[in-house]
């Protein structure tokens, strides 16, 4: 598989998104998420995202016990900042003892001695981010970390960041229905930050295979995100089978032609897609195969401009740093 660098670390062009694997997007056979992770990276994907928050540990815990024994074959991302209280809810936390006691956590469950690249999952608004970012590049001299990333920042918090130890990674929101990160994408190319778009697909939407609220299952926390609910979600459905017939034209299926979108946006963005089934997994991977055309790439824009609400609630938008 082609492979792309962030900063010096080399990876895949496509990575793999493991949240799923443990929460949010509905049921979950443990078997096909093994099977998926295995598949991936007997395809050449040898990038994995997770976070400790993913499952309150389960994420890390699960891609360990699975890969255990194939750790010399794949890249790992994990993320520390989100805070789950019973009590007080999410929260964020930075604090220098926090980031040391995550890390440790993080490498337990994992089954590693090193994380391959270490994400502030998101900006503590009370921690200057040159502490946060001191602290994390005490980790790398300690052997414990090799690269640092940062998810959901500014392009001011990013130049501030990068002054203290050098940033490989961005990870932010990023599709046909989520592109902020596009006045963003400069400043880092300058600073040579790569690009991590997460939730590429624009949380499954992008695929097609959501066509009414009752295709998510009950727990399914994207029922509560604004781009799902009421008239958004009746015309966001509209542009998406705008972006199918285009893809029924080109012979591709509407998620890959979103990866390919995406992944023609420059050599140094490298999606992590999230799934846990084998069979999208494969279908992600075509993408890398899939070269747009100009006349495409304006039909596919016309399309994008159109999406309608905001791709997190209120509370949630608030923990973004954008």
């Known amino acids: 598989m082609e492979k792309r660098n962030l900063g010096e670390l080399e990876v895949s062009a496509l990575g793999l998104?493991?949240?799923g694997m443990s929460e949010f997007y509905g049921k979950i056979d443990e078997k096909e998420a093994a099977n998926t992770l295995h598949t991936a990276i007997d395809n050449g994907i040898n990038f994995l995202d997770?976070?400790?928050?993913?499952?309150?540990g389960h994420n890390e815990e699960f891609i360990g016990k699975v890969l255990k024994d194939r750790r010399n074959e794949f890249m790992i991302a994990t993320k520390f900042g989100f805070v789950r209280d019973p009590e007080k809810g999410v929260g964020i936390s930075a604090k220098p003892d926090d980031v040391r006691s995550e890390v440790e956590k993080s490498l337990r469950r994992l089954r590693m001695n090193t994380i391959d690249l270490y994400y502030l999952h998101r900006v503590?608004?009370?921690?200057?981010?040159e502490e946060t970012v001191g602290v994390m590049s005490d980790l790398v001299r300690e052997g414990k970390v090799r690269y640092l990333g940062l998810?959901?920042?500014?392009?001011?918090?990013?130049?501030?960041?990068?002054k203290v130890h050098p940033i490989s990674a961005l990870q932010t929101e990023y599709s046909l229905w989520s592109r902020d990160l596009e006045s963003i994408i400069p400043v880092a190319r300058v600073l040579g930050v790569g690009i991590v778009p997460y939730s590429p697909l624009g949380r499954g939407f992008l695929s097609g295979k959501v066509k009414s609220i009752d295709d998510l299952a009950p727990d399914d926390y994207r029922r509560h995100l604004p781009r799902f609910q009421g008239e958004n979600f009746k015309r966001n459905v509209d542009l998406v089978n705008k972006l199918e017939e285009i893809a029924k034209e080109k012979g591709v299926k509407a998620s890959q032609l979103a990866l390919a979108w995406l992944l023609q946006q420059g050599d140094d963005i490298i999606p992590i897609p999230g799934t846990k089934h084998v069979n999208?997994?494969?279908?992600n991977i075509e993408a890398l195969n899939i070269t747009l055309s100009?006349?495409?790439l304006l039909q596919?824009?016309?399309v994008s401009s159109q999406i309608l609400g905001n791709r997190y609630g209120e509370l949630s938008?608030?923990?973004?740093?954008m």
């Open 17 to 19: 998104g493991c949240m």
């Open 300 to 302: 596919i824009d016309k």
């Open 294 to 296: 100009g006349d495409e």
């Open 124 to 129: 503590d608004p009370t921690i200057p981010i």
């Open 151 to 162: 998810s959901e920042v500014s392009a001011s918090t990013l130049k501030r960041a990068i």
């Open 50 to 56: 997770t976070a400790n928050v993913y499952g309150n």
């Open 280 to 283: 999208y997994l494969l279908e």
């Open 317 to 321: 938008m608030k923990y973004t740093n």
